[in-house]
């Protein structure tokens, strides 16, 4: 398995197959998003997508407690929200702009893509802010935990998953947020029970860390579980998602539906990690770095592809799965080694610029 790199806090390398998760995650949500166009892949995505991503973001959580919070709360908020901050001012001229509004419209738009409440905005803009708040959440809290206890890794993240756990039970059946809140806040426990069930994973399995060894069971046990997880997934797809999604509405008489959701989201990490040791490489793990910045400028990425192709005279309408697959390429190649760099670069300019 390669690895390249550091991670951003600069504890450990990157683990480049991780990376190739998180670019199959970013292809399915571009897929996702052309909506009927994409086929079967429009209902079967939206199964796992955002629940996976929270997963794989939770592997290194518990590195941070290496750093002073104070300093990895900046260094989250610098890379996490300023970018995402700077797409909020983007978007809002560019639809100002291009759709001729005016300054009171300017800033009700500003105020809309800012509130990021899931649903309501551009897609993929609500995700960061309540990504930002659950790493900062997380990380406090296990600092809190790891002081209490002082107990390894393994222990701590136990502890996070089933702290993670309460909370998300809390919030589901005990005491309702409210929907419409700031940053999709009602969703914090659902995804933190994700977050910190993929902190859990991976010092709990070797399956999804590259600096540990399988033991001889393991090694027949996790190659069964992933490859029945491409098969479940496959029949999911070809099933239009029946086969996911059937039997939960079900399950315990509908009162446990989180269960089979968790159940498929696992399939769905062991799919894609089996899948990302066959196509893990420079390129995917270049795009992979970047998926909250893609997350950030897809609807932004797929207008400048369409206004190119028409100042040429072409007319990109993707209409089969084949072209919504073609264009999900072309826009994240796009986005992932122009676009998104250069709003980076402009973001740390900007940082450094303050900070004198």
């Not at 209902?43 to 929270?54: L, Y």
């Not at 309501?120 to 990504?131: E, Y």
């Amino acid at each position: 398995m390669k690895v390249n790199g550091t991670t951003a806090i600069g504890l450990k390398p990157r683990n480049q197959q991780i990376d190739a998760m998180k670019f199959l995650l970013i292809l399915s949500i571009f897929i996702f998003h052309f909506e009927t166009a994409a086929g079967n892949f429009y209902p079967f995505a939206n199964t796992f997508q955002v629940e996976a991503f929270f997963a794989i973001s939770g592997f290194w959580a518990l590195s941070k407690l290496k750093k002073p919070f104070l300093s990895s709360t900046l260094n989250s908020f610098k890379n996490y929200f300023m970018p995402w901050l700077i797409w909020v001012v983007i978007y809002t001229l560019y639809y100002t702009f291009s759709l001729s509004l005016g300054i009171r419209m300017m800033s009700d738009t500003f105020v809309k893509y800012f509130s990021a409440v899931r649903g309501t905005g551009i897609w993929g803009m609500w995700f960061t802010p309540l990504f930002f708040i659950i790493t900062v959440f997380y990380t406090f809290i296990s600092k809190i935990f790891a002081k209490l206890f002082k107990v390894s890794d393994k222990i701590l993240a136990l502890i996070m998953f089933l702290f993670s756990f309460s909370i998300f039970f809390i919030c589901q059946y005990v005491v309702r947020i409210p929907a419409d809140l700031f940053f999709s806040i009602h969703l914090m426990p659902t995804y933190l029970l994700y977050f910190a069930l993929g902190t859990f994973l991976y010092n709990w399995t070797c399956i999804f860390d590259c600096g540990k060894k399988a033991s001889p069971a393991k090694k027949i046990i996790y190659p069964v579980i992933s490859v029945a997880s491409v098969l479940y997934l496959g029949i999911g797809y070809f099933q239009k998602t029946d086969i996911l999604w059937g039997w939960t509405s079900d399950f315990l008489g509908g009162k446990l539906t989180f269960i089979p959701q968790i159940l498929i989201v696992l399939a769905a990490l062991f799919s894609f990690n089996f899948m990302a040791k066959y196509i893990s490489c420079d390129f995917t793990s270049k795009i992979g770095r970047k998926t909250l910045g893609l997350c950030h400028g897809e609807a932004f990425i797929k207008s400048v592809i369409t206004l190119a192709a028409s100042l040429v005279g072409l007319q990109l309408k993707a209409k089969t799965p084949i072209e919504v697959i073609i264009m999900s390429f072309s826009a994240l190649i796009l986005g992932g080694f122009i676009i998104v760099p250069a709003v980076n670069k402009f973001t740390d300019r900007l940082l450094m610029k303050n900070k004198s």
